[in-house]
């Protein structure tokens, strides 16, 4: 492909108001077509960035037309910069790391199924649950329910057997995504979580032990990645309802 096609194929990605469909900051290109586009507006990484910056790109979202903004790893001056953008729409959550903005979100449709193996899951289990219900999910989510005594998950299981996906958020030996791969219908995304002593490495073990679950329909995304795992799922549970 010659220099001026690709430069016709990147300018019909843009929707004209900006002729690449993303704003220009100086320091940032912030993506302002990825929700027209993708039906998932983009989201603010907030490590390594300072809060102005982080307060100058939720405003690009926003003026671009973004349905919501969410900053992850945000830590307290990060998560104030994004609630200064709009204190009316903005919402945090210390303990995961993130704040974010709700102004239009799209219509609930589909299910997503969050269970976490233990508490210590907790941070990831929640980036995964907020991202999928920004993206216009029902989110249910069942914590602590990990195989050291595997009976907690019965309470979970007809919110898991509903589910259109579901997401499992496990560390140490991450057991729990092929039991439940072994129960469900419905896809099933493992996150693994860097939770665990010396020999998990830091969710490596996880990872490892997801990868190779004896389960069928098991799909695996990073470690500590509940953001990306509320994307894909939110995804997959909008596309099962006709979204």
């Given at each position: 492909?010659?220099?001026s096609s690709l430069a016709t194929v990147l300018e019909a990605l843009g929707r004209g108001g900006d002729a690449a469909g993303f704003a220009d900051l100086g320091f940032a290109r912030v993506d302002t077509d990825r929700e027209a586009r993708q039906g998932a507006p983009e989201a603010i990484v907030a490590e390594g960035k300072t809060p102005d910056e982080i307060e100058a790109i939720a405003r690009a979202l926003l003026e671009g037309g973004a349905g919501s903004v969410l900053a992850t790893r945000a830590d307290a001056d990060a998560r104030a910069a994004l609630v200064r953008v709009a204190p009316e729409l903005a919402h945090v959550d210390e303990r995961a790391r993130l704040a974010w903005l709700e102004r239009a979100l799209p219509e609930p449709r589909g299910v997503v199924a969050v269970v976490s193996a233990g508490t210590s899951d907790g941070p990831v289990?929640?980036?995964a649950q907020v991202r999928a219900r920004l993206l216009g999910t029902e989110v249910v989510a069942h914590a602590?329910?990990?195989?050291?005594?595997?009976h907690r998950l019965v309470p979970a299981l007809a919110d898991l057997r509903r589910a259109d996906c579901v997401i499992v958020v496990?560390?140490?030996?991450?057991a729990l995504t092929s039991v439940v791969g072994g129960i469900v219908a419905a896809p099933v995304i493992g996150v693994p979580?860097?939770?665990?002593?010396?020999?998990?490495?830091?969710?490596?073990s996880a990872l490892l032990a997801m990868l190779n679950s004896c389960a069928a329909g098991v799909a695996v995304v990073n470690i500590d990645d509940g953001f990306g795992a509320g994307t894909i799922a939110a995804r997959i549970a909008r596309a099962a309802a006709g979204a």
């Open positions: 492909m010659d220099e289990a929640i980036e602590d329910t990990g195989v050291a005594g595997l496990a560390g140490w030996d991450a979580t860097s939770t665990g002593y010396g020999a998990a490495f830091g969710g490596v």
